[in-house]
């Protein structure tokens, strides 16, 4: 994302899904609410509009948690609550799930946050397992970070691309949860405080629709 000008993923989620790496690439699956492969048509998650939200949690899902941004030493730059709301498209035998219409906000945050372009995320699943991996394309945030030397802060866009930044894992569960864990890369002629290889971190939780169980199935 570009942070993210600090994901979503989502995302999100994530979440769906978010919200801060490679290349993704397309695949087919299909949200079940049910561990069952192939999905049967009964349990695939309907396509829904704006109605997939996803909220960062803490380590130990008792209450809101935070996105983490670090430069590649590991010096926290900026913590931000955050929810990733979206649109769900899902897939087939042949198509892959998505989140489009991302509504990416940032609360509470260390430094000022603002998502300046939004995109898509992308729910491939992990062979053999009802689990997948997030990529978002099209993001861009922008975050405020320390200045090294002088004091004060300095404003860096962050992006994740639009040929995929592979954010991390979708897990599989009542709710589903995504973890966050990617380097986001630098907008070009940004200023010499921002970092280059800045990391991302975050849990997301599924919190619309509530007590929904999600999983991860190829059809």
């Not at 049967?40 to 948690?65: C, H, L």
């Not at 973890?179 to 405080?193: E, K």
Request: with cysteine; glycine share 10%.
């Amino acid at each position: 994302m570009k942070y993210l000008k600090m994901l979503g993923l989502a995302a999100v989620a994530a979440a769906a899904l978010m919200a801060f790496g490679g290349a993704g690439t397309a695949s087919a699956s299909v949200v079940c609410s049910t561990a069952v492969s192939p999905c049967p048509a009964a349990q695939k998650w309907p396509n829904t509009v704006n109605g997939i939200d996803f909220s960062t949690e803490n380590s130990t899902g008792t209450g809101a948690g935070k996105a983490t941004l670090e430069d590649e030493f590991g010096f926290v730059k900026n913590e931000c609550e955050s929810t990733v709301q979206g649109t769900l498209t899902n897939g087939s035998a042949t198509a892959t799930a998505t989140l489009s219409g991302i509504t990416l906000t940032w609360s509470n945050c260390t430094r000022t946050t603002a998502t300046i372009a939004t995109g898509t995320l992308e729910i491939h699943n992990i062979a053999s397992s009802n689990n997948g991996t997030v990529t978002a394309k099209g993001f861009e945030v922008t975050s405020k970070v320390p200045k090294l030397f002088e004091g004060g802060e300095e404003s860096c866009i962050f992006e994740s691309g639009t040929t995929g930044l592979d954010l991390g894992t979708l897990t599989a569960g009542t709710p589903p949860t995504m973890d966050v864990s990617t380097t986001v890369a630098l907008a070009p002629n940004q200023g010499p405080n921002c970092p280059a290889n800045a990391k991302w971190t975050a849990k997301y939780k599924l919190t619309t629709p509530s007590g929904t169980t999600g999983d991860l199935s190829t059809s």
